[in-house]
RNA sequence: GCCCAGGUGGCGGAAUUGGUAGACGCGCUGGCUUCAGGUGCCAGUGGGGGCAACCCCGUGGAGGUUCAAGUCCUCUCCUGGGCACCA
């Protein structure tokens, strides 16, 4: 007796070639048919695949799986996010141009994927590097240019002086860049924005309708940060200049006892000319570093401009301060300082010595204020505020609003935290903005028939600066009919320019004549986009807003780009989550190797659902292991049984053991389907589905109907798990004596006739204490149930004696009796 | 600083609508099978008490609502994540 052993990699090859041969997986338009497009987010190609991206690209194949199994026209692509800034590194460290790392990595991973049995059209692969990918983005770019959507200003860098360079925010350590040592400076350089605050309306309200995880649109409308003040025009004393600043507490304007501005903001710069101390302040701001995160937790510090403003109600003089908390692109980048009423303002102003003036009471007794611990900043009634005292806070926003228009010294402002798009990237390795200056200094567009404008590729690269700032072949242009020199734009674009669209291009990855054409009207929107918890706000708030811009120049369909979103969680290791610089990686080739991709696959879904954290286990990994070879040999001890008469199964005429293995068995695939198809908790449909097979195991086989149940049993056990474990469910399900290739067989539903039971158990509490389970006929009355539960032995004990004040019955339930 | 998520056995996790806490898996303990094992099978496994039936305690902490709380409310402690040039 030879016994056929579980090997996976036998199998999976075979399998996986089955696919390949019968282009199992090609998506095809097909009018008619419900679609569904299922996308995990691309990956970086960053040298390997790691177990993020197994982990990712494992949910979104079981989904799309699935999905097909339900009869859908099941679209799953796959590419490559393939510039970006470890390129680069990776070209300073292997002296190697960043185009040939990148797509050495691409071939390295795109193997690795298939290794991996992901349902792929590989037919629409592809890469962001690509010229005749990125060539649509810098058209769209023009017609953004067109439409005033795209603009050019000076904004804020981290500027990395020695490699003279721009640095990311996690390329500053500590004040200081990563690779030169070189103290970072604020600089201020020309770059080009979109005008993404055009949409933050839209963006924020279409929020509602999207099925996202709450967090994620929390995040997003925090992020847009909508919020109704008005702009208070303050004059600056004896000059004719006004200082702006935004509020949304008008009615603490009485408050007022300074004034904050920028460090970058103009009145400061000028105060600063012929004041060296303040200049020294200034260039002091500078170098600090210009994330929120920093400044929010810097101490806060500041210095008198020596000029005052004038109060434009009590025409009081205020004070004009310079202060390292105020940013200069939020708002106006200047503040009215209300200190009784702003913790920020109290705490300066106690360091500083400046006055606390209370002009808001509270409301009433449950509302406290300690205005010599810290400040009220609630809202409440209106006192020192002369005409205005005895308002509420919500009427005295409104009164004063009113005033300040009719006086043209205010006015009432929608304000966003949002703030335009920075889109330029001082960097190599992207996509040339499409744009040349005259000499003048003029930006034009490149026009449409010379697009793309190709990033030459063939570069050295030592880290000092971007090779193409230094090719005057390729920056250097002169007109061939008027002469006239050019220069060409040198920076790129920010990646996530690429990302933003990538998923409407897979729609149609070989138009060649249009950066869509009308298969997106069908495949669009993406119905299940899944990804990392990390791009909550930037990448999908670029992608929505993209989205909304290819709409209005007609390109797609719909105002949204993802229906629903699944955000997955990380993979941790030892508490801690997965990085090189940590050390803890763990590589999925070597577990493919060692076990077959199946097994990873059940892991992955097995140890947590999606959305969750998941800790890795070495010995989770052998469990899982451990499982698909059971499967398998119960499957071919099934197959091999001997049994005396060949039955097909005669529902009707079970006994009650078959009866109960059969309930089971519907019960198991009603919790699968729930589970997989609308709960997305692969962990507990798994475990379902790890019971039914444990009683299978333990279920002894009698006579040709058990044998027949059995078939039935093992058929929907390699079914369920099909989605999840691929490989080895192709081949089981042919041992099982089917012909057909199990990724074209539909998913099962559940009968109910098998699932009804004769006896339930019913939990009986006594005072909401558990007492005793009984087991009784599901279509007892109510009245003989509490005559059963009364009669229980140990019900009995903790009630006699008492008086039974109430009996709660929940039907088929519980029974909890209150003495 | 602000925002978000999460604290349940030795571990990963389950408990879906307020109704049996700990499903499933790992690990561990004991036993059987095997020349052997990164094998298979059986039994046990939150803590405490009891020969047992059972009983008491138990979901980070403190209060509260309820017949009934891991789940709801208030406060609090801890951990992880994000905060605009990483993708």
Request: proline share 8%; hydrophobic share 35%; aromatic share 10%.
């Given at each position: 007796m030879t016994e056929q052993l579980y090997k996976p990699h036998e199998i999976e090859t075979q399998v996986q070639q089955y696919w390949e041969h019968n282009d199992s997986f090609k998506a095809v338009e097909s009018p008619g048919q419900e679609k569904f497009y299922c996308l995990c987010m691309?990956?970086?190609?960053?040298?390997r695949l790691h177990m993020g991206h197994v982990r990712n690209y494992t949910i979104g194949d079981v989904i799309s799986r699935y999905q097909r199994m339900l009869g859908k026209n099941v679209l799953q692509p796959m590419g490559w996010?393939?510039?970006?800034?470890p390129a680069e590194r990776a070209a300073i460290k292997h002296s190697l141009p960043p185009a040939d790392w990148t797509r050495e990595n691409i071939v390295y991973m795109r193997e690795q994927l298939r290794r991996l049995g992901f349902g792929y059209d590989w037919s629409r692969e592809l890469t962001t590097c690509d010229p005749q990918y990125y060539r649509w983005e810098q058209w769209l770019f023009g017609r953004m240019l067109d439409k005033g959507l795209a603009y050019k200003a000076k904004a804020v860098v981290n500027w990395d002086r020695v490699d003279q360079t721009v640095l990311a925010n996690e390329q500053v350590i500590e004040g200081r860049g990563?690779?030169?040592g070189a103290t970072v400076e604020r600089r201020e350089i020309p770059q080009w924005f979109l005008r993404i605050t055009d949409y933050a309306e839209e963006l924020l309200q279409e929020?509602?309708?999207?099925?996202?995880p709450e967090p994620v649109k929390i995040m997003q409308r925090n992020w847009i940060g909508r919020s109704e003040g008005v702009e208070v025009a303050f004059a600056v004393e004896s000059t004719d200049k006004v200082l702006r600043v935004y509020t949304t507490?008008?009615?603490?304007?009485?408050?007022?006892s300074y004034m904050a501005v920028a460090p970058e903001h103009p009145l400061a710069i000028e105060a600063a000319a012929c004041n060296p101390k303040l200049q020294a302040f200034l260039a002091d701001c500078q170098r600090?570093?210009?994330s929120e995160a920093a400044v929010e937790t810097i101490e806060k510090q500041g210095m008198p401009l020596g000029i005052n403003a004038i109060h434009p109600v009590s025409s009081e003089k205020i004070p004009i301060w310079v202060a390292n908390?105020?940013?200069?692109?939020?708002?106006?980048?200047a503040v009215m300082a209300v200190p009784a009423h702003d913790q920020r303002d109290y705490e300066f102003a106690k360091a500083y010595h400046l006055p606390i003036k209370q002009v808001i009471a509270p409301a009433g007794p449950e509302q406290e204020c300690h205005l010599d611990e810290c400040a009220f900043v609630e809202k409440g009634v209106m006192v020192?505020?002369?005409?205005?005292?005895?308002?509420?806070s919500a009427e005295g926003f409104n009164a004063i609003a009113t005033d300040l228009e009719a006086q043209g010294r205010g006015v009432r402002r929608v304000n966003y935290r949002l703030r335009d798009w920075?889109?330029?990237?001082?960097?190599?390795?992207g996509a040339p903005i499409p744009v040349i200056n005259s000499s003048a200094g003029e930006p034009a567009p490149v026009p449409?028939?010379?697009?793309?404008?190709?990033?030459?590729?063939d570069v050295s690269f030592?880290?000092?600066?971007?090779?193409i700032k230094k090719m005057p072949e390729f920056f250097e242009i002169t007109?061939?009919?008027?002469?006239e020199k050019w220069t060409r734009e040198t920076d790129t674009f920010d990646t996530f320019m690429e990302s933003s669209w990538y998923y409407a291009r897979?729609?149609?990855?070989?138009?060649?004549?249009?950066?869509?054409?009308?298969r997106a009207d069908y495949w669009l929107p993406v119905d299940l986009y899944i990804g990392?918890?990390?791009?909550?706000?930037l990448h999908l708030l670029y992608a929505r807003f993209y989205h909304k811009v290819m709409r209005d120049e007609g390109?797609?369909?719909?105002?949204?780009?993802?229906?629903r979103l699944l955000t997955q969680g990380m993979v941790l290791k030892d508490g801690a989550k997965m990085s090189k610089s940590k050390g803890n990686t763990v590589d999925p080739k070597d577990l493919i190797e060692k076990y077959g991709a199946d097994t990873v696959r059940l892991f992955v879904m097995f140890a947590?659902?999606?959305?969750q954290a998941l800790e890795w286990s070495d010995a989770g990994v052998k469990g899982a292991y451990r499982f698909l070879r059971r499967l398998w040999r119960r499957v071919h001890d099934h197959v091999a049984a001997e049994v005396a008469g060949q039955q097909d199964l005669n529902a009707a005429g079970l006994d009650k053991r078959q009866k109960d293995m059969r309930r089971l068995l519907h019960d198991t695939i009603a919790k699968a389907s729930d589970d997989i198809?609308?709960?997305?908790t692969f962990n507990t449909a798994i475990a379902a589905v790890m019971e039914l097979l444990n009683a299978v195991g333990k279920y002894?086989?009698?006579g040709a109907q058990d044998h027949a149940l059995n078939q039935e049993v093992l058929e929907a056990v390699v079914l369920i798990l099909s989605p999840i474990v691929p490989h080895i469910c192709h081949v089981l399900w042919q041992e099982l004596?089917?012909?057909?290739a199990i990724v074209d067989e539909r998913w099962l539903t559940a009968d109910p006739r098998a699932r009804m039971a004769e006896s339930v158990q019913i939990v009986v509490q006594v005072n909401g204490k558990l007492r005793a389970r009984l087991k009784v006929?599901?279509?007892?009355?109510e009245d003989a149930l509490r005559e059963v539960v009364l009669l229980d032995a140990n019900v009995k004990r903790f009630v006699?004696?008492?008086?039974?004040r109430k009996l709660i019955v929940v039907p088929g339930k519980l029974v909890n009796v209150v003495v």
């Open positions: 691309f990956p970086y190609p960053s040298g996010d393939a510039f970006g800034l990563w690779r030169s929020l509602d309708q999207l099925d996202w507490r008008p009615d603490t304007l009485l408050g007022v600090s570093a210009v908390f105020v940013l200069i692109n939020y708002g106006t980048g020192s505020s002369g005409l205005y005292d005895g308002l509420t920075l889109v330029s990237r001082q960097r190599y390795w449409d028939a010379h697009l793309p404008v190709v990033l030459p590729e030592d880290g000092v600066g971007s090779p007109d061939p009919e008027s002469g897979f729609c149609s990855p070989d138009s060649h004549g249009a950066m869509l054409d009308q990392g918890i990390e791009h909550a706000i390109l797609v369909r719909g105002d949204e780009p993802f229906t947590a659902p999606p959305d198809g609308r709960r997305y002894e086989v009698r004596g089917n012909t057909t006929a599901t279509d007892i009355s006699d004696g008492k008086k039974i």
